[in-house]
RNA sequence: GGAGGAGUGGCAGAGUGGUCGAAUGCGCCGGUUUGCUAAAUCGGUGAUGGGGUCAUUCCCAUCCGCAGGUUCGAAUCCUGUCUCCUCCGCCA
């Protein structure tokens, strides 16, 4: 969330920035609401001071009469300072209200547009697409030919959107998961393995939600806790409110975790296969930063995804994320899409990964700061997202793009160690 | 799951109703002293929010895991909750 005092100072380009990413807020009433608030505030302090003073003025009494004067006096004063405590609390209830619905403001560079369509085309991955010569099959035949993927079987225990790997498909699933991890550890990342379950508290820091119509989350009955739809929530959880000495920072973090999505709402949107599931695994990075550190940080994530993918041979294009798209907590977006090759008629890029500077949008909800040696008070730090590899995705490209004239998959030679083979199938 | 115990400033650790934002020690910052280092010694040293001077400053409110309650007044008493420790049971 924004600061108040932020957007109370900035209104004209908060309003702007609110306009460039169609959301639509009450920024008038919270004006309203905040100066009201203040004066409560004022009025609240002072009685408490009048009734502080009143307070340690009983312990000097000179009779029993005055001591009990004082106490009433005491008493109306605490009484007053409830009733406007009482009326500030409900001002301030209504504006946070308000002010968690203000997305956080843009990177003057990100381009301009209230949706996906003004993505803005950055680069492209050291492979071009293969022409392949052939048909091109989806991920779905293959794992269906290849015996690497059972969708009926997840429907039929679990639900659509939920899946089996098996064999092959298995050994890719663990593969990709090594293969991020290794890298990223040979990059400075602690590596962590995560909860996969949250408070609903910390979803909010983040800026999910975790209850209501419009969530995207399962949440665990009769408790505050939800599965997490990425490590992001859990790793930003991990130094909730935790003040971080300067020095210590940026603090790089990898998490392994897997991530639940309900994905309601994208019936419209519906996919074949394992493009929208609902749970997969996924290798997050994640980083605390100092705020003139960030930018930099992001460009690194987005670099590091970029040699990921190059690193399996997979072509790809990255987008600078338009304002509309973005999402409320993010500050500056870049997606990675995989050339998909099976998808629609002649193959299409598909989202990957994504990278998401969210600036100290997040840290203000979680209290993340930091604080320099030798200077006084403390600072929001600033918060960083990026997926290394989301595996269910990413086996998609692998597959795809792997895949020959006879119906097998070459499997990329930095997955090899793992996988133990150097092509799956084909099946006889 | 059962029974106990504990959560205080960067750390250790006092404090069981008022003069406590909180002793003391360590650490940290600054001064003095000393060929250098070390030691000694003196002083300073939390955060958040609000207000006035809007300049270095000053005043106020809040904060002793978190949330409530009792009281004129709570670190201190009560309730709930979270976390940690010990013992027992169970278990991959």
């Known amino acids: 969330m924004l600061d108040r005092k932020y957007i109370l100072d900035h209104l004209d380009a908060v309003r702007t920035n609110c306009g460039n990413r169609g959301v639509s807020c009450e920024l008038d009433r919270l004006v309203e609401l905040e100066s009201q608030r203040r004066e409560k505030l004022v009025a609240v302090q002072e009685l408490n001071r009048q009734a502080n003073e009143v307070s340690k003025s ?15 006096e005491g008493r109306r004063l605490r009484e007053a300072k409830d009733k406007a405590q009482t009326d500030h609390d409900a001002l301030d209830a209504e504006a946070l209200t308000i002010q968690k619905t203000v997305p956080n403001m843009a990177h003057d560079a990100a381009p301009v547009g209230v949706d996906d369509k003004a993505n803005l085309e950055v680069r492209k991955g050291k492979h071009a697409p293969r022409a392949l010569g052939f048909k091109a099959k989806d991920h779905v035949e293959l794992g ?9 079987g997840g429907a039929r225990t679990t639900g659509a959107g939920f899946y089996f790997l098996k064999n092959e498909g298995v050994l890719l699933e663990l593969a990709l998961q090594q293969y991020a991890v290794q890298q990223l550890r040979a990059r400075g990342f602690t590596v962590t393995t995560t909860p996969d379950l949250a408070r609903d508290e910390i979803l909010e820091g983040i800026g999910f939600m975790p209850r209501g119509p419009e969530t995207q989350v399962y949440s665990i009955a009769e408790s505050d806790l939800s599965l ?9 959880g991990l130094y909730s409110g935790h003040t971080f000495e300067s020095e210590d920072l940026p603090l790089k973090l990898c998490g392994i975790s897997h991530c639940y999505r309900t994905e309601a709402g994208a019936a419209g949107r519906a996919s074949k296969g394992l493009y929208r599931v609902h749970q997969f ?11 003139d550190q960030s930018d930099a940080v992001l460009e690194e994530f987005c670099q590091i995804e970029c040699d990921l993918f190059d690193g399996l041979g997979i072509p790809y294009r990255v987008v600078d994320t338009a304002t509309g ?3 409320g907590p993010a500050y500056r977006k870049y997606d990675l899409e995989a050339w998909m090759p099976g998808r629609g008629d002649a193959g299409e890029y598909g989202e990957v990964t994504s990278t998401s500077n969210c600036t100290d949008y997040q840290a203000r909800r979680l209290n993340c700061r930091y604080k320099v040696k030798g200077e006084k008070g403390t600072k929001f730090i600033h918060t960083l997202n990026g997926t290394a590899v989301a595996v269910s ?19 990329p030679e930095a997955l090899r160690p793992w996988v133990g083979m150097d092509v799956i199938g084909p099946k006889a």
């Open 393 to 411: 995705r990413a086996m998609i490209a692998v597959m795809e793009n792997g895949q020959q004239a006879d119906g097998s998959i070459v499997v």
């Open 325 to 327: 798209d973005l999402g």
């Open 281 to 291: 695994t996924k290798i997050e990075m994640f980083a605390y930063s100092l705020p």
């Open 228 to 236: 997490v739809g990425t490590a992001e929530i859990t790793l930003g």
């Open 144 to 152: 269906q030919d290849l015996d690497l993927i059972d969708f009926e």
């Open 58 to 72: 009983i312990g000097k009494a000179s009779s029993p009469e005055e001591r009990e004067q004082r106490k009433e």
